[in-house]
């Protein structure tokens, strides 16, 4: 349990701002110039939506759940992922907007509803489930 929490943390919540920060080095690097940013702001979101659904994929397979499980948590994966892409790609175009894009109170709070419901479905997506036993004993809690 607590393997999937800190996976949950790292994947979740540290990985996102990874993605967030490469276009801002960027802008860094090259202060004034906006078409990198467009350019991230399109295939940056596509390529990490493509690495964290692998990714995911492989946690899910792990788990071995049955067939109906199995399909479920890959949509749910699919559709959180979904969610967190539309959020990639706002950080990122924000860069090359004006001024004041995406900063009223009602932008702030969509997006934290988009990631609160990316950071629920990754969670559902990858919880780990009851573990099968070899009937010897309970396993104890960690």
Same mark, same amino acid.
């Given at each position: 349990?607590?393997?999937? $929490?800190? #996976?949950?943390?790292?994947?979740?919540?540290?990985? %996102?701002?990874?993605?967030?920060? =490469?276009?801002?080095?960027?802008?860094?690097?090259?202060?004034?110039?906006?078409?990198?940013?467009?350019?991230?702001?399109?295939? *940056? &979101?596509? $390529?990490?939506?493509?690495? #964290?659904?692998?990714?995911?994929?492989?946690? =899910?397979? #792990?788990?071995? %759940?049955?067939? =109906?499980?199995?399909?479920?948590?890959?949509?749910? *994966?699919?559709?959180?992922?979904?969610?967190?892409?539309?959020?990639?790609?706002? +950080?990122? $175009? !924000? *860069?090359?907007?004006?001024?004041?894009?995406?900063?009223?109170?009602?932008?702030?709070?969509?997006?934290? =509803?988009?990631?609160?419901?990316?950071?629920? +479905?990754?969670?559902?997506?990858?919880? &780990?489930? !009851?573990?099968?036993?070899?009937?010897?004993? &309970?396993? &104890?809690?960690?």
């Amino acid at each position: 349990m607590i393997d999937w $929490l800190r #996976r949950l943390v790292i994947w979740d919540g540290i990985l %996102p701002l990874a993605v967030w920060a =490469v276009p801002r080095a960027v802008q860094w690097l090259l202060p004034g110039e906006r078409w990198p940013i467009e350019v991230l702001g399109v295939t *940056l &979101p596509i $390529l990490a939506f493509l690495a #964290r659904f692998f990714a995911g994929l492989a946690v =899910v397979r #792990r788990q071995q %759940p049955n067939a =109906v499980f199995h399909a479920v948590k890959v949509v749910i *994966l699919f559709f959180g992922l979904c969610f967190l892409m539309i959020i990639d790609v706002a +950080m990122i $175009l !924000k *860069l090359a907007m004006p001024k004041g894009a995406f900063e009223q109170p009602g932008d702030l709070i969509g997006f934290a =509803v988009f990631y609160g419901l990316y950071v629920a +479905m990754m969670a559902l997506a990858t919880w &780990p489930g !009851k573990r099968p036993t070899d009937g010897l004993a &309970p396993e &104890p809690f960690p």
